[in-house]
């Protein structure tokens, strides 16, 4: 059996036609699939039943199954997922007013080894496929509460650009007006700065935003809390951003996670004012550390990161604080499936 969600429209179309079938049925298909979420095909009532019943002989639609599910007060839900071979994976829907943003993953497990991050915590185990991903974003579609699904984040668990192919033909597909339909602008890669991918990616026609997970403006801290800065280093990263603005126009949010006693000072808040002060389009969002007991990773307290935002605002940088979200169910990645996998 394959799962139906590894073809494109021109691949279904293709192998429609390789079974003597008229291929328009291909669009008929991804309608029910990505529009309007069926999992059966026999519930897909204007196709024959003949072709019902030989898509149901070759492929499935959903890869994974729910292991379990946590819901917060403020209505974030976070869910972990069994793939077929048994690995899990967790995905989160995020609702606020009038949309609702799904954050998936990547990988199973995490090779980046982020000082401040549970999904390392357990290594790497592999990529995920297209199906796979795209698993994720129809299992979060079908099970938004109140608004639809509007906003697609590569912010769960993995290295989106260590997982380039599949990762960006699963946004084609997340992005495609025949499957989920949703604004390239509403699709966001976030990453930890593996330079290559950024290259990539300001080269590709897709209007996507870019998250960097910053963390650190010096490089001794970031080497510290990123390991990966150590292969690409701040001057390097902060260089091609500069390119990757000039060629696509296009805004950088820089992601800066505040740990107390790590990053929050407001000498680090200088240090970040100096490394981005050129940059024509960049944003950068404060995000208070979810605390991870086995991490000692803990925020700092409000006043301190007052003073931080302040110190950023005042030297004209574009800043936003992250409003903390499903803190009561461990929402921050890689926490659900850690708590699995330790049992
Ligand atoms: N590898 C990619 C995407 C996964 S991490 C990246 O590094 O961007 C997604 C975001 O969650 C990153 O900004 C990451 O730094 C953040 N994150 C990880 N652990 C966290 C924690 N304990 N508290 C708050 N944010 C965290």
Redesign the pocket.
């Known amino acids: 059996m394959q799962d139906i969600k590894e073809l494109g429209l021109k691949e279904l179309e293709d192998k429609l036609q390789s079974l003597g079938l008229p291929k328009y049925h291909a669009r008929q298909i991804f309608k029910w699939i990505y529009q309007k979420g069926a999992l059966d095909f026999n519930n897909m009532s204007d196709l024959p039943a003949a072709l019902r019943k030989k898509l149901a002989g070759e492929f499935y639609i959903l890869g994974l199954e729910l292991a379990d599910l946590q819901r917060s007060s403020d209505g974030t839900t976070k869910f972990l997922f069994e793939l077929k071979d048994k690995n899990l994976i967790e995905a989160v829907n995020i609702p606020a007013a009038r949309r609702v943003t799904g954050?998936i993953?990547?990988q199973v497990g995490?090779k980046?080894s982020?000082q401040?991050?549970?999904?390392s915590l357990k290594g790497f185990k592999r990529n995920l496929t297209v199906g796979e991903i795209l698993d994720e974003a129809l299992y979060l579609k079908n099970n938004t509460q109140q608004a639809e699904l509007t906003h697609i984040?590569?912010?769960?668990?993995?290295?989106?650009?260590?997982n380039y192919e599949d990762v960006l033909k699963s946004i084609r597909m997340i992005n495609s007006p025949y499957a989920f339909n949703i604004g390239a602008r509403r699709i966001t890669?976030?990453?930890?700065?593996i330079i290559p991918g950024i290259k990539k990616l300001a080269g590709e026609d897709l209007q996507i935003e870019l998250?960097?997970?910053l963390?650190a403006a010096d490089d001794k801290t970031r080497s510290q809390l990123?390991p990966?800065n150590k292969r690409y280093p701040l001057e390097a990263l902060i260089k091609c951003c500069h390119e990757y603005i000039a060629k696509t126009n296009r805004q950088i949010t820089f992601?800066y996670?505040l740990?107390k006693g790590v990053n929050s000072s407001l000498p680090s808040a200088q240090n970040l004012v100096k490394l981005l002060k050129d940059l024509r389009l960049a944003k950068v969002n404060l995000?208070?550390?979810?605390?991870?007991t086995a991490?000692k990773?803990i925020?700092p307290s409000k006043a301190e990161i007052g003073a931080f935002k302040e110190c950023l605002f005042k030297s004209g940088i574009n800043v936003t604080l992250r409003q903390e979200r499903g803190q009561d169910i461990q929402a921050?990645?890689?926490?659900l499936r850690l708590r699995y996998e330790n049992k």
């Open positions: 954050c993953s990547s995490c980046f982020c401040f991050c549970a999904s984040v590569f912010m769960g668990t993995g290295e989106p650009l260590d890669i976030s990453t930890s700065g998250s960097i997970s963390h990123m990966v992601e996670i740990i995000i208070p550390a979810n605390p991870i991490l990773i925020p921050a990645c890689g926490q």
